[in-house]
């Protein structure tokens, strides 16, 4: 019998806890997700997330250079029903924190690579940030035109937004991290 068995890991079939499921990407992106095996575990990692002690780390590629000198985005992020995020003071706070890591030019696009670490995690909050200093997530046809989402089609299949790090405390308090490269 496997070990994730649904009559031995309840959780994986708890619709109200999300089948055991903690950090989500949204359906366009690639990388990790952390998922529970147990209560005890799914609101231990709650807790961890809302003190902040559960790092997620994405590397994206968006439009435009994104100037080394900035380094965090503090905007508040207001999500809609079948509609796009938006920044506005209706929002819940949210906290971006990034590094560029390089510069480079895509048919005559300028785009950058950027690693991102968020503090908060709202509904599209680094597709909506990024968008909203001007530099929106390749491939993206939510947060950018529909000129340039046709265009990043070309030559990219999804939108390019990667989580390859998450960290967190096991049950008895031990760091654990996981890490997943980029695929070619």
Known sequence: SSDLS???????SDVDHDYGFFSRLDVPSSGLILAAKSYEAYYDLRMQLSAGEVDRDYVVVCHGWVSPAL???DARVHWRVDSPSI????GKPSRTEFKVIAHAVQREDALSLVEIRIA???HHQIRC????VGHPVVCDGMYMG???WHTDCSWC???????HRLSFRDDCGAPQ???ETLAP
């Open 6 to 12: 649904f009559h031995r890991l309840p959780i994986l």
């Open 146 to 148: 529909i000129a340039a």
């Open 129 to 132: 940030h990024f968008s909203f």
């Open 87 to 90: 920044v506005g003071s209706q």
């Open 120 to 122: 908060t995690g709202r």
């Open 157 to 163: 299949t999804q939108h390019f937004l990667h989580r």
């Open 177 to 179: 991290e996981a890490t």
């Open 71 to 73: 380094q965090r985005i």
